[in-house]
Structures are given as structure tokens and as C-alpha cells.
């Protein structure tokens, strides 16, 4: 094939892969915003990487670099993300559990997002049976709640003090996920802040 039927080819053969990376792109995003409006407010990391390679440290150990498909709080939100992490080949399988640095799928270099497409499937399954499973245990802790709260009642008599029934209709109010931001996920950083000093 002469080199000008080559390069033509080879022209064509880009536009086709830039377009369809575009459509990509935007069901990228419109998978991630709809994601969002389930507020989820739950990491989940999927087990299998989607892509590693494997360097050699000063003294000649492997460590290997591994990428994984994730949904997880990025800045103030959450999304899908790549999460790199680099272990040492003795530690492989705590890979999903090592801190790692996170990147949104869509600025993500264009393997790695094509190759979370393949698992992306994966992903929701996976985050649905977690999402299932505290919800279960939420139905459990409501009732839990519920029968307490009821043997309070119960045990204090009801109130004929209306400023103290205001009271506690709005610590009820108040308490809703409706009437205050709620904070389903904190950084190590964040965990450390809040914990007490001791002093």
C-alpha cells in the first residue's frame, strides 16, 4: 500500500477513535451524574485492577503499580475515579486496602478509561450489594431505635409543657438528613482532626 493510502487510512482510522472517545467521555459522564444523584455516599473500590506494571526499587525489589475502578468522595463530591497505588509484590493483596491517590475516571489517561468501561458494570453490582447490605443493617438499627425510644417514652409519660414538646420536635427535625448536610465519609486527615486529645 502506497505511504499516502497509508497515512489516509491512518487519518481516518484517528478521527473514528477521537469520536468515539468523545461519546465515551459524555456516557462517562452522564453514568457519574446520575451516580450522583443517588447519593450513595459510600467507597467502593472494584477488587480486580484494570491495568499494572512493575518497576524495581534501589535494591532491586519489584514493586508493582496497579489501577483500579473506584466510586469515592473526590474533593467535596463523589464519583468514578482511577485509583493508583503502588505496592511491593509481597503486599499485592492489600492493594485495594492501601490509601493510593485518586484521579476522576474522566481525566484519567485514555487506557485507563477504557479499560474501566469494561468493568464498570462490575462496579455498580458490586456497590449495589454494598449499599443493600447497610441498608439492612440500618432497618435493624431503626427498629432497634424505635422500640427504646418508644420504652422511654413510655417510662418519662408524655409532657403537658408545649415549650418542651417544641423542643423535641425540632431535635427531630433537626436530626434528619433533610434539614442538615450529612457527612457519610472522612479522610484520615479528617478522622485525626476530630478525634479527641486527650487534654
Known amino acids: ?3 499516502t493510502q497509508e497515512l489516509h487510512a491512518l487519518g481516518q482510522a484517528a478521527r473514528r477513535l477521537n469520536d468515539g472517545s468523545e461519546q465515551l467521555n459524555a456516557l462517562i459522564a452522564r453514568i457519574d ?3 450522583g444523584r443517588l ?3 459510600m467507597d467502593y473500590v472494584h477488587p480486580r485492577p484494570l491495568a499494572e506494571s512493575v518497576t524495581y526499587d ?3 525489589k519489584r514493586a508493582i503499580e496497579m489501577a483500579y475502578l473506584a466510586y469515592c468522595r473526590i474533593g467535596k463530591v ?3 475515579a482511577i485509583k493508583t497505588v503502588k505496592v511491593h509484590e509481597s503486599k499485592r493483596a492489600l492493594a485495594t486496602e492501601s490509601p493510593g491517590e485518586f484521579v ?3 481525566q484519567a489517561p485514555r487506557r485507563l478509561r477504557y479499560a474501566a468501561i469494561d468493568v464498570l ?3 455498580v453490582a458490586g456497590l449495589s450489594a454494598q449499599v443493600e447490605e447497610v441498608a439492612e443493617a440500618m ?7 424505635e422500640s427504646l425510644a418508644r420504652r422511654l417514652e413510655e417510662m418519662a409519660g408524655p409532657s403537658a409543657d408545649p415549650q418542651v414538646q417544641m423542643q423535641v420536635q425540632q431535635q427531630v427535625q433537626q436530626a434528619t438528613s433533610h434539614a442538615r448536610p450529612t457527612m457519610p465519609y472522612l479522610s484520615e486527615t479528617e478522622l485525626r482532626m476530630r478525634r479527641p486529645t486527650g487534654r
Not at 432497618?139 to 431505635?145: D, E, H
Open 39 to 41: 447519593m450513595i455516599g
Open 139 to 145: 432497618a435493624r438499627r431503626c427498629a432497634v431505635a
Open 1 to 3: 500500500m502506497p505511504i
Open 78 to 80: 463523589y464519583a468514578l
Open 58 to 60: 534501589r535494591d532491586g
Open 121 to 123: 458494570p462490575e462496579l
Open 33 to 35: 451524574a446520575l451516580l
Open 104 to 106: 476522576p475516571v474522566l
